[in-house]
């Protein structure tokens, strides 16, 4: 079993920036898929970005520039680093992880950017 706790969200004014992490606990295959994904309300949750076990990166298009995806190996965590950001990145973001075909999803953690 894996187990993601993100931490980190918040309210922050437009322009601002915010720093996401989630640690991961459990059995967690040489080979995955890691990610962050987001849901604002009434809208299908989306990709932010993703990251190979390999080291390969995948951003949406509306964040490219502005968020970056990192991790601390040692430490079982994943960072998403949100810099300019814009009340349309105001969601729930989740942590993901993906292993041998098999999705296993954080609590959650809501990013509001509001003056």
């Known amino acids: 079993q894996v187990q993601l706790v993100e931490s980190g969200g918040g309210l922050v004014q437009p322009g601002g920036s915010l720093r996401l992490s989630c640690a991961a606990s459990g059995s967690i295959f040489r080979i995955y898929r890691m990610g962050w994904y987001r849901q604002a309300p009434e809208n299908e949750r989306e990709l932010v970005v993703s990251i190979t076990s390999g080291g390969t990166t995948n951003y949406a298009a509306s964040v490219k520039g502005r968020f970056t995806i990192s991790r601390d190996n040692a430490k079982n965590t994943l960072y998403l680093q949100m810099n300019s950001l814009k009340p349309e990145d105001t969601a729930v973001y989740y942590c993901?992880?993906?292993?041998?075909?098999?999705?296993?999803w954080g609590q959650g953690t809501q990013v509001t950017v509001s003056s």
């Open positions: 993901n992880l993906r292993q041998a075909m098999k999705d296993y």
